[in-house]
């Protein structure tokens, strides 16, 4: 699959999903007094680290963050995904670890064990504040359907080989979210997760990539 064809099924699956991802993310409100959002799980997690984490209180609770889902043995679609959300890191250092942090959550638990993803990361050269998770199938399904990763026909959300090419992005302090195709250009993705703080730094220049559209909003 090439670049092109990538973007225009990611545009696709985005569209169609907008709404799920919406009433995940945006239609449930917090609840009160600051505790846990019910509308993302807290749930435990294991990092390529081989570290435990609560999935919201320790990952996502007042953070600033992008989301997306993978499998190690994916063939296509992941690895380059995946390359292109590693150039998303670049652009975003040093900010990436500090005050925004990345997260790629297993769709295949039972194989993906941390030493499996700390592999995985390996082969793209990861650096620190972005985290490889797995955890329990019944776990990872509930993160899955609750941030809005479904597709709308069920045959296809059952094929792991054809999951949602999209990134979720957001602020949980201010309950900004939004998303976009995992394989925008990167510089553009960069732009859009800043997009959701008030206190964007200055991106580096690079040659030839101008001023991205505004991305679509899931609130």
């Known amino acids: ?21 919406g009433q ?23 990092t390529h680290q081989n570290q435990p984490a609560r999935f919201y209180d320790d990952l996502i609770k007042g953070k600033h963050v992008l989301i997306n889902f993978m499998y190690a043995s994916c063939p296509d679609s992941c690895p380059l995904q995946t390359a292109n959300l590693a150039l998303v890191q670049k652009a975003l250092a040093p900010r990436v670890g500090k005050d925004i942090f990345m997260y790629s959550i297993t769709l ?25 998770l797995s955890g329990t199938e019944q776990d990872m399904e509930l993160i899955r359907r609750r941030l809005g990763f479904v597709d709308p026909n069920p045959v296809v959300d059952k094929d792991k080989a054809s999951h949602i090419g999209v990134v979720l992005y957001g602020n949980d302090q201010l309950d900004r979210w939004a998303g976009c195709p995992a394989m925008s250009r990167a510089m553009d993705i960069a732009e859009y997760v800043q997009w959701m703080d008030d206190n964007r730094e200055k991106l580096r220049k690079w040659d030839g990539i101008s001023r991205p559209a505004k991305p679509l909003p899931l609130a």
């Open 24 to 46: 995940a993310i945006a239609g449930t409100p917090p609840a009160p007094g600051g505790q846990e959002s019910r509308r993302i799980p807290n749930v435990p997690v294991v």
């Open 1 to 21: 699959m090439n670049r092109r064809s990538f973007i225009e099924d990611s545009l696709q699956a985005l569209a169609q999903t907008a709404l799920a991802m």
């Open 108 to 132: 295949d638990p039972r194989h993906d064990t941390p030493a499996v993803l700390k592999a995985y990361s390996e082969r793209f050269n990861i650096g620190p504040g972005w985290s490889f």
